[in-house]
């Protein structure tokens, strides 16, 4: 319909903006990708995709390359192969275990980080930085904060990068139940429903990071502002 109207109005050219492309590198021996039988202590990569899925419909070019293992060399070679890139994503590894090597091997490359480990839930591991002169974002690996973390943090540097402000819809909801947050700000997967009070927020369930079904019947992410613990049933 855009483009229907633009020649109805007799305009020739747009202005347009280069889709960003965004390199997504998942990291891990645990990490099969799908079709293959996982063995034992492995799981199926399932992250990459629906991150790829939420960049473009941002309007950028998620760009999925081969899983990275846990071994320094291999994820240096793995990591360079983002340099081509607008913006690099890694997935997973970013935390600080013996085998959580994002950070090291990045350092080595030269990654400027601005900052690692941020006060929220999902995502607490969450870096961000520079590297090869690119923005650089290290999403955790449990899905939901991954998924979480793209939301907050990666599409608005999509939006930068294609030269305009990016913000979410706001709404206010109430809570059909009630719940306890640890203080962090605390980003809850609802569905929204028509009330005759008012739109109201029902959880999908339960809330850890690695169940993606908490994402799947979702519509809407609640935030819990930090230092808020609890909040009654009915809250707005």
Known sequence: ADLALLAAMNVPEVTVARRPRV?????????????????????????????????????????????????EGPLGEAMQAMTQMDLAVTIGGASVGDHDLVGKVGLELGLDRAFHKIAMRPGKPLAFGRVFDRPFIGLPGNPVSALVGLEVFVKPVIAQLLGHAWAPRAVSAR???????????????????????GPLAELTGAQTSNLITSMVSADALLIIPAGVSHIPPGAV
Not at 177 to 194: H, I, K, M
């Open 23 to 71: 390199a997504l590198l998942a990291t891990g021996d645990e990490l099969v990708p799908p079709g293959q039988s996982p063995g034992p202590d492995q799981i199926i990569a399932s992250n990459t995709y629906a991150l790829k899925a939420m960049i473009d419909a941002a309007g950028g070019e998620g760009v999925i390359l081969p899983i990275a293992p846990d071994r």
């Open 175 to 197: 809570l059909a139940a009630g719940y306890v947050s640890d203080g962090r700000e605390t980003y809850l997967r609802v569905r929204l429903r028509e009330d005759p009070a």
